[in-house]
Structure formats: C-alpha cells, structure tokens
C-alpha cells in the first residue's frame, strides 16, 4: 500500500515531502513568478514527479509559458481561460478557451498570452527521463517576434533563460478565478 506523502509548510506555501499520493489546493502551493514568462505551480517539492509533469500557468497578454522549445517528450497544453497564441514549428496558430494543443516528441512549439487579460493554462508533460537528451531551443523569427524566442540556438536550458529571473512565492489572490 503506497502511503500519503506529508505536506510541508514553507514560506512560499505549501510543498509536498517525500514519495507517495496527496491531495492539495492550488491556491496552497508555492508559486514561481518568472520576469516575463508568467507565474506557474508545478505541485513538485525538491523532487520532480517521475512519470508526468503537471503544471498551471497564468499567463498576461505577451509573456510565454516557457521558450520556443523542443523536446524528446509529449506534452500536451488545454487552455482554461483566456486567449493565448500558440508557435509551433514556425508557425502561429491563436488558442481559445478550451483548446487543447497537444505535442509530440520533437515538435517546435511555445505558447504565448495573448488578448485583453490574463490566460490559464494547464500544461501535462511526459517524464521519460531522456526528455532533455534532445532539448533543443531553436532560433525561430516567429518565436522572437512574441519574445518567447532564442537569437541564436542552443542546447542549453541555462542559456535559453539567461535573460530571465523567478522568484518563489505564495499564492496571490486573483491569480485563479473564483
């Protein structure tokens, strides 16, 4: 029988300590506020999920939920609410409530918020554990052109997001709708 895995008290919120199953609030867990790229709740403590990533991001119009990337990884991304801009491969394609963008393995892709106010995201992606053997941040103009782009390519995460800093928190009121 798999135990409960405790919840530990942080100063950001809460976080969950150890292996095993739990149930917690969204509005409880420690937040991460990124400059320019949103804020977002991965559910994670020190340790990540093994199998499945599962995050919700709030995205204002023009910050992007992470860069231009891609991976050896499925990911999948359902809008909640709000207007968002997808790049994938090169291309734009506008997201609406309820859209779901689903990505294979290899495939270019970066979303972005767009419209009047915020956008909620829920993105859900595979643990593989060889998901970065691949990870590439390609050097795309449409990318750029929505700042979720690299100006030259690499292979490196600490590279692609140089440019930006986070910052731990609690929960802020407002962020999820009622």
């Given at each position: 029988m798999t135990p409960e895995a405790p919840l530990r008290q942080t100063k950001f919120g809460l976080a969950p300590d150890g292996?095993?199953?739990?149930?917690?609030?969204?509005?409880?867990?420690?937040?991460?506020?990124?400059?320019?790229?949103?804020?977002?709740?991965?559910?994670?403590?020190?340790?990540?999920f093994k199998q499945l990533g599962v995050n919700i991001s709030v995205l204002q119009p023009g910050e992007s939920l992470g860069r231009y990337h891609r991976e050896n990884a499925q990911e999948d991304f359902l809008v909640l609410a709000g207007e968002c801009v997808l790049v994938v491969e090169g291309q734009e394609r506008p997201l609406k409530q309820w859209d779901l963008f689903h990505c294979p393995p290899g495939v270019a892709h970066a979303v972005v918020g767009a419209g009047e106010g915020p956008s909620l995201v829920l993105a859900v992606g595979a643990r593989t554990g060889t998901e970065d053997?691949?990870?590439?941040?390609?050097?795309?103009?449409?990318a750029r052109r929505h700042h979720a782009g690299v100006a030259k390519e690499t292979?490196?995460?600490?590279?692609?997001?140089?440019?930006?800093?986070?910052?731990w928190g609690p929960y802020r009121e407002g962020w999820l709708p009622d």
């Amino acid at each position: 029988m798999t135990p409960e895995a405790p919840l530990r008290q942080t100063k950001f919120g809460l976080a969950p300590d150890g292996d095993g199953w739990f149930v917690v609030n969204a509005r409880e867990i420690r937040w991460r506020a990124w400059e320019r790229l949103g804020v977002y709740c991965d559910f994670e403590g020190k340790k990540r999920f093994k199998q499945l990533g599962v995050n919700i991001s709030v995205l204002q119009p023009g910050e992007s939920l992470g860069r231009y990337h891609r991976e050896n990884a499925q990911e999948d991304f359902l809008v909640l609410a709000g207007e968002c801009v997808l790049v994938v491969e090169g291309q734009e394609r506008p997201l609406k409530q309820w859209d779901l963008f689903h990505c294979p393995p290899g495939v270019a892709h970066a979303v972005v918020g767009a419209g009047e106010g915020p956008s909620l995201v829920l993105a859900v992606g595979a643990r593989t554990g060889t998901e970065d053997d691949s990870l590439v941040y390609p050097a795309d103009p449409v990318a750029r052109r929505h700042h979720a782009g690299v100006a030259k390519e690499t292979s490196s995460s600490e590279e692609a997001y140089k440019p930006f800093t986070f910052t731990w928190g609690p929960y802020r009121e407002g962020w999820l709708p009622d």
